[in-house]
């Protein structure tokens, strides 16, 4: 069974913190680079951070020094630590395959919303 359920979104004001979650079903994650993606009202779907099955990661320049992608291989879950949240970073957030498409199975997201 397909599964990708992202949580620990919130409400949370500029220069705060937050740890999203996303438990992946086995078939996505297996021995496969996991993405963190955002969207935001009106945009696109962008990569926020990606990080390969042995953990070499990557960032957008907009988050580097701010978010930190770790997973745990044994419990088929990435994370994604944000600090220093900015208004900017508001949307929704997303985990999947860096690769993954449109059309790709997605799960439901978690927002995050930066507002003072």
């Known amino acids: 069974q397909v599964q990708l359920v992202e949580s620990g979104g919130g409400l949370v004001q500029p220069g705060g913190s937050l740890r999203l979650s996303c438990a992946a079903s086995?078939?996505?994650?297996?021995?496969?680079?996991m993405n963190w993606f955002r969207q935001a009202p009106g945009k696109q779907r962008e990569s926020v951070a990606t990080?390969?099955?042995?953990?070499?990661?990557n960032y957008r320049d907009s988050v580097k020094g701010r978010f930190t992608i770790s997973r745990d291989n044994a419990k088929n879950t990435v994370y994604l630590q944000m600090n220093s949240l900015e208004p900017e970073d508001t949307a929704i957030y997303y985990c999947?395959?860096?690769?993954?498409?449109?059309?790709?199975?997605w799960g439901q997201g978690t927002q995050v919303t930066v507002s003072s």
């Open positions: 086995g078939s996505i994650f297996s021995r496969n680079a």
């Open positions: 999947n395959k860096p690769w993954a498409s449109p059309t790709d199975f």
């Open positions: 990080i390969s099955y042995g953990g070499i990661t």
